[in-house]
């Protein structure tokens, strides 16, 4: 009876044991922090895209109060830099950036995550059968009242075709990139209805039509253009009819620049951000 006991425990030892494992194997994979001043930096990965691809979050996490930037930082500030020189078996690589917000620092407005950030990143194999290693070397600052120029490493090994992983850390922060979306009206998400010059302005600035989703709202709109293109603080006007007028200054642009220029403009808002690319005829700026 005791040796039944006894084996009826092992049993249960080594089914709980199995069990953690597998536990264990679903998680997501993760790389060593990579530890900076004031911030620290690491790599996770989630199941692989019914594509193939693989999919990839670059995570920081900074010290109370600290802030780092977006891809287009607005009027100060650094945009990160990503160097996958080192990574293999990798084809191509897709930085998916979720929607930021605005914030002032000592010199004015910029755009950018404050405390923390995933950045998601699908990952393309060059074979699919094979695994991957993604390695990244970013350079970034990170804000206080001072901004603090900062340097991670990290590294990740990915097994081709992983799809019980999960990461709902990655995957909440895949949930905020914006949906790419065209002009407009779209149910159930926020939409650009109009893009125009805005002459109320001494030097031509941007006006736009905004619909807000039933139960959604509108909270900011960022505006990115090809080269040296600055823009301002958007300014939201509700109107009596549900719309928004949104009003977006020129700050500055490429000397000579005018035309059909292509713009992105990012809109953060409820149920979920978009991301509309148009192109907009400005003329040359006045002397």
Known sequence: MNRILSLLALGHLAFGAAAHAQD????????????AEHAKLRLI??????????????????????KTYWRSPGQFGVPPAFDWAGSTNIGGLDVRWPVPERFQDSAGYSIGYVGEVVIPVSVQPVDPSRPVMVVLKLDY??????CVPVKGEASLWLEPGVTTVVSPRLESYEARVPAPVKPGPHGGKPAILEAKLDDTVVDPGIKLTLQVPQDGSIEDVFVEGPGMWSFG???????????????IRINDRPK???GPIPLIFTVRGTPKPVETRLELDIPTAKP
């Open 141 to 146: 600052a990170v804000c206080e009242k001072i």
């Open 256 to 258: 000579g620049a005018s």
């Open 24 to 35: 264990m194997a679903n998680e997501a994979a993760t790389s060593p922090w990579s530890i």
């Open 233 to 247: 603080k958007t300014h939201l006007t509700p109107q009596a009819d549900g719309l928004i007028t949104a009003q």
């Open 45 to 66: 990965a989630g199941p692989t895209a019914p594509t193939g691809k693989q999919r990839v979050g670059v995570e920081i996490v900074m010290s109370p109060g600290y």
